[in-house]
C-alpha cells in the first residue's frame, strides 16, 4: 500500500486552512468548544487539560467538515446530480492527503477526550456517530459528499486513537475523579 507523501498531505492541510471559512470556523469553534470543554470538566470532575484539548480536537473536526463549500470534484458545472447517490459506497483507501486526513481527523477530540474522561468506548460510539452525522450534514447541506470511505477512515482513526487514550490512561494512572458523582456548585 503506497502512503500519500509528507509534501501531498502539508499541501492538502494548508489548502484547506486557506480557505476563510474554515479558518473562521476553527477560531470560533475553538473558543466556544474549549470554554464548554473546561465547563464540563469542572462539573463532571474531569481532567481539565485534555479536555480542553479534545474540545479544540473537536473544533478542527467541525471547522474542516462543516465550515467550507462542496468540493470541485463533487460540483462539476454542466454535471445534474439527479442520479447522484445519496451516500457513495467506496471502501478503505490511504493513498492520498485527503484518505490519510481523514483516518487523523477526530483522532485529537478522540485520543484527549478518552484521556480526560476515562470513557473510551463512550468516547468511541459519540464519535462515530459524529462522523456519520457529519456525512449525512454535508450531503443535505450541499457542503460535501457523504462517502462511505470518510466514514471508515475516520472510524478507524477513532478507535485508534480511543485505544492509545485508554493505554495512556493504564499507563500513566490517575486519580480517577471521574468516577465521582458530578461536582455541585451553589
Known amino acids: 500500500m503506497d502512503m500519500p507523501d509528507i509534501d501531498d498531505l502539508l499541501s492538502t492541510v494548508w489548502m484547506l486552512l486557506d480557505r476563510p471559512l474554515v479558518a473562521v470556523g476553527l477560531v470560533a469553534g475553538c473558543v466556544l468548544l474549549g470554554a464548554g470543554a473546561l465547563l464540563g470538566a469542572r462539573r463532571y470532575g474531569w481532567r481539565p487539560v485534555p ?14 467538515t462543516l465550515s467550507r463549500n462542496r468540493p470541485d470534484f463533487a460540483s462539476m458545472p454542466g454535471v445534474v446530480s439527479y442520479g447522484e447517490p445519496f ?19 477526530f483522532m485529537p477530540f478522540a485520543f484527549f477526550a478518552v484521556i480526560a474522561t ?11 456517530v459524529s462522523s456519520a452525522g457529519i456525512e449525512l450534514a454535508q450531503t443535505l447541506t450541499g457542503q460535501g459528499v457523504c462517502e462511505t470511505q470518510d466514514f471508515l477512515h475516520n472510524a478507524i482513526g477513532i478507535v485508534a486513537a480511543a ?6 490512561n493504564t499507563l500513566v494512572g490517575s486519580d480517577r475523579r471521574v468516577d465521582r458523582e458530578p461536582v455541585r456548585h451553589g
Do not use: F, K, M, Q
Open 163 to 168: 485505544v492509545l487514550g485508554a493505554a495512556v
Open 51 to 64: 479536555a480542553l484539548l479534545a474540545g479544540l480536537g473537536a473544533a478542527l473536526v467541525l471547522a474542516v
Open 118 to 128: 476515562h470513557r473510551p468506548l463512550s468516547v468511541s460510539v459519540v464519535s462515530v
Open 87 to 105: 451516500c457513495i459506497l467506496d471502501g478503505v483507501s490511504l493513498t492520498g492527503g485527503y484518505e490519510l486526513l481523514n483516518v487523523l481527523l
